[in-house]
């Protein structure tokens, strides 16, 4: 026959069975990570700060250097990587965007994806403190994308 607990012993165990719930599910939640990606942060970087939408080729490795070569038609996408979803609008050179948060996704250019007031996500390859322009390039320009430098 099973004996009765004593009701202080009962809400010992309750409190015990709730702790080991809270640390299971923190820890599956921890080490949550999407294949192939990298090292995802855990929770996105709140920043709320203003950034520019740049259009210029800022890979010093690439032919393309220096050239305005997104005048427009820059993607915003749903989600960052892995699973971006759809591109849900687009910017152009020169907008103006709110930063909300920041995650790093893997290191190097275009590793780095902010969330945007009013929704979507984009990469650091488009985003700028100021406004890029010819002159100031060389100052968010990146030493080497294919190699993941900046």
Not at 92 to 117: A, C, F, M, N, Q
């Amino acid at each position: 026959m099973l004996k009765r607990m004593p009701s202080a012993n009962k809400g010992k165990l309750v409190l015990i069975v709730l702790v080991g719930l809270v640390v299971a599910i923190g820890g599956c939640v921890a080490t949550r990570s999407d294949k192939g990606v990298g090292n995802i942060s855990s929770s996105p970087r709140t920043t709320g700060r203003v950034m520019y939408f740049c259009g210029y080729d800022r890979c010093r490795d690439s032919g393309e250097y220096g050239r305005l070569v997104f005048p427009a038609g820059i993607n915003i996408w749903q989600s960052p990587p892995p699973r971006r979803g759809k591109v849900i609008r687009t910017a152009s050179h020169g907008d103006k965007t709110i930063v909300i948060s920041e995650r790093r996704i893997y290191s190097g250019p275009g590793g780095l994806w902010y969330e945007l007031k009013g929704g979507g996500w984009t990469n650091d390859l488009w985003l700028t403190e100021e406004l890029c322009t010819s002159v100031n390039l060389s100052q968010y320009s990146f030493t080497n994308c294919l190699e993941g430098r900046y």
